[in-house]
């Protein structure tokens, strides 16, 4: 299926995903390793911008960007790397993208 589907969408590859999560944590993976190989950022100093009041699943990772204490209460220490902002505030998005290490 995954070459029928390459073909179908015109992808190279794929990774198939059997849940919402596991999409949200590979994302972020391919988004840190981006920001190292390509735009230089120093490892694990990445910085990724998360809107407040979102919700990703249940996983460690997912519940470190959470601003819902119903979420995140009695579950850390927590995944670091996150800059939360509040959802559409463009200035705020806008002065935080101009961090040297924002990979995304």
Not at 29 to 51: E, F, H
Not at 60 to 72: F, K, N
Not at 77 to 101: C, M, R, S
Request: charged share 25%; proline share 5%.
């Amino acid at each position: 299926y995954m070459e029928y589907a390459c073909k179908l969408f015109g992808y190279d590859k794929l990774i198939p995903m059997n849940s919402g999560a596991e999409g949200v944590e590979t994302a972020l993976k391919l988004c840190r390793r981006w920001a190292y190989v390509r735009k230089g950022i120093p490892i694990n100093l990445a910085k990724i911008v998360v809107c407040e009041d979102n919700f990703h699943g249940r996983t460690i990772t997912a519940v470190s960007m959470s601003t819902d204490p119903t979420s995140y209460d009695q579950f850390g220490p927590f995944t670091p790397g996150f800059i939360k902002i509040k959802y559409n505030d463009l200035d705020q998005l806008a002065e935080v993208l101009k961090h040297e290490h924002v990979a995304g």
